[in-house]
């Protein structure tokens, strides 16, 4: 079976775009969550879905979006982007999203780099 | 909020020598705890976790971390390391759904 797989899996921006990310998850899993792992540092929360409602939200500002579809990929959106954008986001799914008794699988990442 | 620190940004290490990877964490609440590596490339792979129990908790290959609630520690240890195990080591805890938050992360290098 595929695991996570994310696309692409590096993009070069500018300043003041938009950018949007993808996602698939393992087959049969229900809650997709998006990381951002700036370089040096470990991965950060931004969102959690589940059967395309949001389940949680970490600190992040309104320019950071995302959507589930009802094959349970996700989308993950970045407005007016900014150098500190520049980040390895992350993407990992869950069969229920219920929390620390599932495992959660992460993808490879898609490298953004905003010049 | 809940906070990760991991005391060491590098590890150095002879192959076949033991090590400790430390992680320290603060939380108000039951405490759900994870240590994820990172090879190159790629994503996270759970290495390990605990949720309630014993507080000795193993992994298939070879690492076990031990739960210490009054020093809040969640520390990995290794007792003979292998270059296959250069990677980066992330420990993490819990806050509930898929929310996981993170410690900067633990370069372990294997040296031969």
């Known amino acids: 079976d595929a695991g996570v797989t994310q696309s692409p899996t590096h993009l070069i921006k500018t300043r003041g775009q938009h950018v949007t990310l993808r996602c698939s998850p393992i087959s049969g899993h229900k809650s997709v969550s998006w990381y951002q792992q700036v370089l040096g540092q470990g991965p950060q929360f931004i969102f959690q879905?589940?059967?395309?409602?949001e389940r949680g939200r970490g600190n992040f500002p309104d320019r950071f979006s995302a959507r589930q579809f009802p094959n349970y990929s996700s989308e993950l959106n970045v407005n007016a982007l900014l150098l500190g954008d520049s980040a390895l986001y992350l993407c990992?799914?869950?069969?229920w999203g219920t929390g620390a008794n599932e495992k959660l699988f992460f993808g490879s990442g898609t490298q953004l780099s905003v010049l | 909020a809940q906070s990760v620190t991991q005391l060491d940004s590098q590890v150095p290490v002879f192959e076949e020598a033991p090590v400790e990877l430390r992680c320290n964490y603060s939380s108000s609440v039951s405490v759900y705890l994870f240590w994820y590596v990172q090879y190159p490339n790629q994503g996270l792979q759970l290495l390990l976790k605990?949720?309630?129990?014993?507080?000795l908790v193993e992994s298939i290959n070879g690492f076990e971390a031990e739960f210490n609630k009054s020093q809040t520690s969640f520390h990995l240890r290794k007792p003979s390391v292998h270059i296959s195990d250069t990677a980066e080591y992330f420990c993490?805890?819990?806050?509930?759904?898929?929310?996981?938050?993170f410690g900067a992360g633990t370069i372990l290098r294997v040296k031969s």
């Open positions: 879905y589940y059967e395309k409602e």
């Open positions: 990992a799914s869950s069969s």
């Open positions: 993490a805890v819990s806050e509930g759904g898929n929310k996981l938050v």
């Open positions: 605990y949720l309630s129990g014993s507080t």
